[in-house]
């Protein structure tokens, strides 16, 4: 069923219930509880997609779900999110790239929000597999193979722009981009032989992305030299010796 732009997360989210979908869920589900596992901060946000609980193995104080789709705690516009500059310890990206209308403007909005050191968490299907070539093929008739599919180093090009820098990354869905469980299933095998052989296959993409804030140096006072006073202890204690050293001298 061809979608529009507006209802997309939704239309996506519904996929995700499919034999497919849950095998991506699962896979993005796993990577995401490792990753925020140990992340810490205080403000912790995921846009879109509450079916995909990015957050549930992070532990800061304050987490929410912010987007267009059914069920978010903030609705907002992915491209105009509602939060201050500098405020967030976390962003999650659950595939928001894929289907926004301007995926560059979500970037310079995760930037804008995200705090010096915080972190940016995104997933993306990959344009360069098996689940890209399906696309060639149906991308005007459904989702999720409506989305744009955004090239990893396209991606990090935009990243280094906003001095979003990748840690890590990692692939996964190896398995092909069939409805048949029986199919999934029979195709796991390439799970181990994909990730070994060839890595770059994977249906999804994982990055772990930090906002490095360069150019920034600490400035310190310019300490001026302050004569003691005369009344000080050390100042006494000069005296004592002074004449000390002068009464051996005598005669």
Known sequence: MPVSVENTFDYF???LQSPLGSYVLAEEASWFDRTTADIFGYKAVQL??????CLRNNRMPWR?????????RVRCMPELLPFEN?????LALPH???FCKDPHQVLREAER???????LLITGFNPWSLWGMKRLR???HSVPWQGQFIALPRLKDWLSLLNLESMRGEYLCYSLPVQQEKWLQ???FLENAGDRWWPAAGGVYCLDVVKRVRGVRVIGPKWKRVPAPAGTPATAIDKMRLQAEKDRCKP
């Open 13 to 15: 989210a519904a996929w």
């Open 48 to 53: 879109e997609l509450p079916q995909v609980d």
């Open 64 to 72: 929410a779900i912010a987007g267009q789709s059914a069920g978010v």
């Open 86 to 90: 500098q405020s967030l310890d976390l």
């Open 96 to 98: 928001v790239l894929d």
């Open 113 to 119: 929000v995200l705090v010096p050191e915080g972190r």
């Open 138 to 140: 149906h991308r005007q």
């Open 186 to 188: 029979r195709s796991r």
